[in-house]
């Protein structure tokens, strides 16, 4: 198999607090991890690509010192968004390439971001 | 112009019917091809890469045509449970990229 994992699923947050998201891969090892933001029938925007033990490479547009990723092991990459605002409200989901194959990527079941 | 572009649908198909979606791109370096497929509200799911001989996998066959920018996903004998948004997806290289999701094609078998 191969199984991401996304913790929280769903989190409301007041205006200028920070969120933290947790993406793992369970049963496989990634040294690549992408994170993506889907607004309301909009497709998949890919934010920023997070490798094991180097810093995240971030798509134009969007800002690194709001949107911080750790990569801290072959399993797990984190995404915070800090002094978050309500345009920041969005479905967050990542994907976790596998280790071994060309842009076989899964995907987490993503994390609902509610700031209010 | 978008990067990837899909009609949005619907597709309102009988089920047991034929249904075939296409799909444009324009960055002529995409070098990896790919449909997914996304239920509402839930991330999206690999079903299938695509290449360029073809290839088929049970009800689904897909196709890319590399010189026309351009690929096809056909559903044979559609189950209502193929109801789904189907995603057209393309990376431009060959190593860890992120991938460039269109919008999506919306399909709805009916009884």
């Known amino acids: 198999g191969a199984v991401v994992s996304q913790h929280p699923s769903r989190v409301i947050c007041k205006s200028g607090t920070s969120v933290k998201i947790e993406c793992r891969s369970l049963?496989?090892?990634?040294?690549?991890m992408f994170w993506y933001r889907q607004f309301p029938k909009q497709s998949l925007m890919l934010m920023a690509t997070?490798?094991?033990?180097?810093?995240?490479?971030?798509e134009q547009g969007v800002e690194k010192d709001k949107f911080l990723i750790n990569h801290a092991s072959l399993t797990l990459s984190t995404l915070t968004v800090t002094s978050a605002h309500p345009e920041d409200s969005s479905f967050y989901i990542c994907?976790?390439?596998?280790?071994?194959?060309?842009?076989?990527?899964?995907f987490g079941p993503g994390t609902r971001l509610t700031v209010t | 112009r978008k990067e990837v572009e899909q009609d949005p649908g619907p597709f309102n198909v009988p089920e047991g019917a034929t249904v075939a979606f296409n799909c444009t791109y324009s960055?002529?370096?995409?070098?990896?091809f790919f449909w997914y497929r996304q239920d509402c509200r839930k991330e999206p799911k690999l079903l299938m890469s695509?290449?360029?001989s073809g290839n088929e996998d049970g009800r689904f066959t897909a196709q890319l045509n590399r010189a026309s920018q351009y690929i096809s996903l056909l559903i044979r004998d559609s189950k209502l449970s193929d109801s789904a948004t189907y995603l057209c997806?393309?990376?431009?290289?060959?190593?860890?990229?992120?991938?460039?999701f269109g919008k999506g094609t919306h399909l709805i078998i009916q009884p």
């Open positions: 994907s976790a390439q596998k280790l071994g194959t060309i842009n076989e990527q899964y």
């Open positions: 049963d496989f090892q990634a040294t690549t």
């Open positions: 960055n002529s370096a995409s070098q990896s």
């Open positions: 997806v393309v990376t431009s290289g060959g190593g860890a990229d992120g991938l460039t």
């Open positions: 695509v290449y360029s």
């Open positions: 997070s490798n094991e033990g180097s810093k995240a490479t971030y």
